[in-house]
Protein backbone atom coordinates (compact mmCIF):
# COMPACT_ATOMS: atom_id res chain seq x y z
CA UNK A 1 0.00 0.00 0.00
CA UNK A 2 0.67 3.38 -0.62
CA UNK A 3 1.79 5.69 2.69
CA UNK A 4 2.07 9.45 3.56
CA UNK A 5 4.28 11.16 6.06
CA UNK A 6 3.56 14.71 6.88
CA UNK A 7 5.72 17.45 8.04
CA UNK A 8 5.17 20.89 8.59
CA UNK A 9 3.17 20.89 12.33
CA UNK A 10 4.49 22.35 15.43
CA UNK A 11 3.16 25.37 17.27
CA UNK A 12 2.06 28.40 15.86
CA UNK A 13 0.25 31.81 17.68
CA UNK A 14 -3.49 32.81 16.76
CA UNK A 15 -3.44 34.58 13.88
CA UNK A 16 -0.79 33.13 12.55
CA UNK A 17 -0.03 30.32 9.43
CA UNK A 18 1.70 27.17 8.41
CA UNK A 19 1.73 24.98 5.80
CA UNK A 20 1.85 21.21 6.24
CA UNK A 21 2.98 18.83 3.55
CA UNK A 22 2.42 15.22 2.78
CA UNK A 23 4.43 13.13 1.12
CA UNK A 24 4.30 9.76 -0.45
CA UNK A 25 6.24 7.41 0.13
CA UNK A 26 5.16 5.40 -2.75
CA UNK A 27 3.94 5.54 -6.48
CA UNK A 28 2.80 2.58 -6.76
CA UNK A 29 -1.36 3.53 -6.20
CA UNK A 30 -3.28 6.19 -8.53
CA UNK A 31 -5.29 8.05 -6.56
CA UNK A 32 -8.81 9.63 -7.22
CA UNK A 33 -8.79 11.86 -4.32
CA UNK A 34 -5.64 13.35 -1.63
CA UNK A 35 -7.28 15.14 1.18
CA UNK A 36 -6.66 16.55 4.59
CA UNK A 37 -8.19 15.24 7.62
CA UNK A 38 -7.75 16.56 11.33
CA UNK A 39 -8.86 15.10 14.90
CA UNK A 40 -8.51 17.92 17.58
CA UNK A 41 -9.05 16.57 21.44
CA UNK A 42 -12.39 14.84 22.66
CA UNK A 43 -13.61 15.69 18.93
CA UNK A 44 -14.63 13.57 15.96
CA UNK A 45 -12.55 13.03 13.14
CA UNK A 46 -13.43 16.09 10.34
CA UNK A 47 -12.26 15.96 6.86
CA UNK A 48 -11.26 19.00 6.28
CA UNK A 49 -10.30 19.60 2.76
CA UNK A 50 -10.43 16.90 -0.80
CA UNK A 51 -8.20 17.38 -4.13
CA UNK A 52 -9.68 15.60 -7.01
CA UNK A 53 -6.69 14.45 -9.16
CA UNK A 54 -8.32 14.53 -12.58
CA UNK A 55 -9.17 17.91 -12.66
CA UNK A 56 -8.30 19.67 -9.01
CA UNK A 57 -11.95 20.64 -8.18
CA UNK A 58 -11.53 20.83 -4.47
CA UNK A 59 -13.64 20.67 -1.29
CA UNK A 60 -13.81 22.66 2.08
CA UNK A 61 -15.57 22.32 5.45
CA UNK A 62 -16.98 25.44 6.45
CA UNK A 63 -14.32 25.92 9.56
CA UNK A 64 -11.65 25.87 7.17
CA UNK A 65 -13.42 27.55 4.23
CA UNK A 66 -11.65 30.96 3.70
CA UNK A 67 -8.83 30.02 5.46
CA UNK A 68 -7.21 26.67 4.89
CA UNK A 69 -5.80 25.93 1.01
CA UNK A 70 -5.20 22.22 -0.42
CA UNK A 71 -3.23 21.87 -3.22
CA UNK A 72 -1.58 18.94 -4.87
CA UNK A 73 2.40 18.50 -6.94
CA UNK A 74 1.85 16.19 -9.11
CA UNK A 75 5.04 16.05 -10.28
CA UNK A 76 6.49 15.66 -6.71
CA UNK A 77 3.46 13.90 -5.59
CA UNK A 78 2.68 15.53 -2.30
CA UNK A 79 0.00 17.14 -0.89
CA UNK A 80 0.01 20.27 0.88
CA UNK A 81 -2.22 22.27 3.04
CA UNK A 82 -2.00 26.40 3.60
CA UNK A 83 -3.62 27.39 7.25
CA UNK A 84 -4.22 30.97 7.33
CA UNK A 85 -5.89 32.87 10.09
CA UNK A 86 -5.72 29.88 12.49
CA UNK A 87 -7.16 29.81 15.92
CA UNK A 88 -7.15 27.43 18.88
CA UNK A 89 -9.81 25.58 17.56
CA UNK A 90 -7.46 24.30 14.85
CA UNK A 91 -5.25 22.66 17.19
CA UNK A 92 -5.58 18.89 16.56
CA UNK A 93 -3.33 16.04 15.10
CA UNK A 94 -3.71 16.36 11.33
CA UNK A 95 -3.44 13.59 8.67
CA UNK A 96 -3.51 13.48 4.89
CA UNK A 97 -5.25 10.58 2.86
CA UNK A 98 -6.39 9.49 -0.17
CA UNK A 99 -8.15 6.76 -2.15
CA UNK A 100 -8.35 5.40 -5.62
CA UNK A 101 -12.19 4.71 -5.18
CA UNK A 102 -15.14 7.46 -6.19
CA UNK A 103 -17.32 6.53 -2.93
CA UNK A 104 -14.88 7.21 0.06
CA UNK A 105 -13.41 10.21 -1.80
CA UNK A 106 -17.12 11.64 -2.31
CA UNK A 107 -18.29 10.44 1.77
CA UNK A 108 -15.80 8.77 3.43
CA UNK A 109 -13.38 9.63 6.09
CA UNK A 110 -11.68 7.08 8.07
CA UNK A 111 -13.03 4.79 5.05
CA UNK A 112 -10.30 6.38 2.97
CA UNK A 113 -7.35 4.16 2.18
CA UNK A 114 -4.09 5.43 2.64
CA UNK A 115 -3.31 7.55 5.46
CA UNK A 116 0.32 9.26 6.40
CA UNK A 117 0.76 8.70 10.20
CA UNK A 118 -0.44 12.11 11.46
CA UNK A 119 1.38 15.67 12.71
CA UNK A 120 0.18 17.52 15.37
CA UNK A 121 -0.55 21.45 15.21
CA UNK A 122 -1.01 23.60 18.33
CA UNK A 123 -2.26 27.07 18.21
CA UNK A 124 -1.74 29.24 21.20
CA UNK A 125 -4.05 31.76 21.75
Known amino acids: QVEFVESGGGSVQAGGSMNLSCLAT????????MAWLRQGPGKERERLAT????????FYADSVKGRFTISRDSAKKTLYLQMNDMNPEDTAMYYC??????????????????WGQGTQVTVSP
Open 51 to 58: IYTVDGKT
Open 97 to 114: AADSRYYPCATGGSELAF
Open 26 to 33: STSGRYHC
